[in-house]
């Protein structure tokens, strides 16, 4: 088994979770079966109870696994099936920890972060590496580990300390780490400036982690001087540095890394049993992002959310409607109109020009008529719609409404009392509830 642990440093949401995909579509392009982990060092067991604000959607498994978003992008660069053990975080190592202290089974020991919670770290990740995420069944070769955060953080530090130990238990030759930095372009002077990375490194390499590979996230191209110091004071060869500045689509990453030689590091640096040049299904990738490119006809979409100050909110549906698109040789354009208050006519006006109107899920009342009326117009203007866990219950709410004339038609979840509750919630799971009069007039 390789493992490739992905840390980030200088600012958190840097693009670790893209670049690990794109390092594992490269070696599974090689033939390789490739695996992969997210480490988020939050106290949390699972990310079911957040926010989307705090840290985007949450993507869900084919087993309930409720989990962080990068998993979703790992499922779709790869073509993998991963479990709800795929990600790991601080309030799961913890748990598992503190049941095996209860039961005795560190023999009346005093339990410590060191050595206790970096095993239980470093055993979890041995044992989820082996579990195969192919319809196939066949244990993966590599695993690609994403250590969420930046380096430094208080709360990802056993985490750090249980890679430095893990090295040396696998071996130098089955283990290698990157390090993904911010290279900051002032618009003042236009200059690269290299200062935080060397920190970031620095204060890795003090915490016993020596990057094999350094990925500068930056604006444009990497200078060839700005390269060479990056160099220089990181202590590695100037092909080491890895540029990976802003594309066109995150699906060019791949293309990239590949271009500057990462298979070949890889296949010399871990001995890997495949040729260095990548095969058919990286062309197939350079094909789609191509075409991609190319795309001249446009499609709008309407997306009526709750949480459209972050993107990454509703990343899932974002993606599916890009691939969608995509398949009928579309460019997607999602706008978020104004619809959350209640008759905005200016949302209204604004929405005439979309092809079509996607209400997503949501929890809570705040915004729910704002998107009855959104849903109205739709069906009204005959636009196609499509609702989504919330958005398909409030489509039944609006149907009973305005069609049955139920004016306090509602869901359970808003309206305890109502007198015609269309959805109602069962044992705490929302089931839609129809009565045998809706249906007929539907």
């Known amino acids: 088994m390789k493992y490739i642990l992905v840390t980030g440093g200088v600012i958190s949401g840097i693009g670790k979770g893209i670049i690990a995909s794109s390092i594992g579509t490269i070696l599974k392009s090689c033939g390789l079966r490739v695996t992969a982990i997210k480490i988020d060092p939050y106290i949390n067991i699972d990310a079911g109870t957040f926010s989307p604000y705090e840290h985007g959607e949450v993507f869900v498994l084919d087993d309930g696994g409720e989990v962080d978003l990068d998993l979703g992008n790992y499922e779709r660069f790869l073509d993998i099936r991963l479990t709800r053990d795929n990600n790991l975080t601080t309030g799961k190592i913890y748990q598992s920890v503190i049941n095996k202290e209860r039961k005795g089974d560190y023999l009346g020991k005093t339990v410590q972060v060191v050595p206790h919670i970096t095993d239980a770290i470093q055993e979890w990740v041995m044992r989820q590496a082996k579990v195969s995420v192919d319809e196939d069944g066949v244990e993966p070769q590599v695993c690609v580990i994403e250590l969420g955060g930046t380096v430094g953080d208080i709360e990802s530090m056993p985490f750090i300390e249980a890679f430095r130990q893990f090295q040396f238990k696998v071996k130098r030759e089955n283990f290698c780490n990157i390090h993904v930095s911010l290279v900051p372009q002032p618009s003042t002077t236009g200059e690269q400036k290299t200062k935080p990375t060397q920190n970031s490194v620095r204060e890795l390499r003090g915490l016993g982690l020596s990057p094999d590979l350094i990925m500068c996230r930056c604006s444009t191209p990497l200078e060839t001087a700005v390269k060479e110091k990056i160099s220089m004071f990181c202590h590695v060869e100037p092909t080491q540095v890895i540029c990976v500045h802003d594309v066109s689509s995150i699906y060019r990453v791949p293309l990239l890394l590949e271009s500057q030689g990462v298979v070949g590091y890889f296949c010399t640096r871990l001995d890997l049993p495949v040729e260095t040049r990548a095969r058919k299904m990286l062309t197939k990738w350079k094909e ?23 993107s990454d909110s509703y990343a899932s549906v974002i993606k599916a409607l890009e691939h969608s698109a995509l398949a009928i040789n579309h460019k997607l354009e999602v706008k978020v109109p104004p619809f959350l208050a209640p008759l905005h006519l200016t949302g209204f006006l604004v929405c005439c020009v979309y092809s079509g109107v996607l209400v997503p899920g949501g929890f809570g009342v705040r915004g729910t008529e704002g998107k009855i009326h959104a849903i109205r117009w739709a069906r009204e203007k005959k636009k196609p719609f499509l609702g989504v866990c919330l958005g398909m219950q409030l489509a039944v709410c609006e149907f009973a409404r305005n069609v049955l004339g139920w004016a306090d038609a509602n869901s359970t979840e808003f309206e305890p009392e109502s007198k015609h509750p269309v959805v109602r919630e069962v044992f705490g799971v929302s089931n839609l509830y129809l009565y045998t009069s809706l249906m007929q007039e539907a």
Not at 288 to 304: G, P, Q
Request: hydrophobic share 40%; no cysteine; proline share 0%.
């Open 288 to 310: 789609m992002s191509d075409r991609s490119d190319r795309l001249l006809e446009h499609v709008s979409i309407a997306l009526v959310g709750k949480y459209t100050k972050l």
